[in-house]
């Protein structure tokens, strides 16, 4: 396939030669990313601050770092970049906002794991790395709807915390292992994008689905199993 179709936002594949040099310094991107956190920063007390500048580092390291390049070669690369987004910026930003009154989890969890599985369809894979404004669509509703999520977390009780974490773990865990063992590659971006990276179409597509499947997934359980931790401390110092 001809890879000249695929006008991905962050530039042609890069060759191992030279994608860390490739990094991202699109004026309107750092604009609006100064200007979003510079509204946000605004009477927020210290610890929220904290997490706000790490948010904007995970983002950074997304769109401004050479990673925004190598998403373009590599489809495991552009699952890295899309786990630092949910997994990172969004609990950050969640933890940095105040806490909702309602939780809502339910909806947030179905909205957010049909968007994941929507932009990993193929054609809608494809769709992303041919027109800017569908890569921002992408990036904008995985982030917001990750961000709606972990503030729902944040809010519900333990056990409805836990039963929608232990949820998204599992939609997450199905993808990855649907797209790991697909059989053969199914993300024509990059067709002719891997083998400069020692890697066949389908051996980078089996990586980002094994990522998906265990470590990605993981991360749900871990906060699982932390609220349910707290949740049964009380009880056994009471019990004590």
Known sequence: MDER?????????????????????????????????????????????IMLAAAAGVLAISFVSPLCALSSALFTARTLHHLLLILAAAPLLAL?????????????????LLVLWAWHAPGAYAAALSNDATYWAMQASLLATAIWFWSAVRAASAPAAIAGLLAVMLGMGLLGALIAFAGQPIYAPHFATTLAWGLTP????????????????????????????????????VAA
């Not at 389908?202 to 199993?225: C, F, H, K, N, R």
Request: glycine share 4%; hydrophobic share 55%.
């Open 202 to 237: 389908l051996e980078d597509q089996q990586a980002a689905g094994l990522i998906m499947w265990a470590p990605a997934a993981a991360v749900y359980l871990v906060v699982a199993l932390w609220r349910m931790a707290r949740l049964l401390t009380p009880r056994a110092e």
């Open 5 to 49: 179709i695929w006008t991905p936002y962050c530039g042609a594949a890069p060759a191992p030669a030279g994608w860390l040099a490739r990094w991202n310094l699109d004026p309107v991107l750092i604009a609006v990313m100064a200007v979003t956190f510079a509204l946000l920063w605004r009477g927020r007390a210290r610890d929220q601050r």
């Open 96 to 112: 940095a906002l105040p806490t909702p009154k309602r939780s809502r989890l339910l909806p947030a969890a179905a909205l957010h």
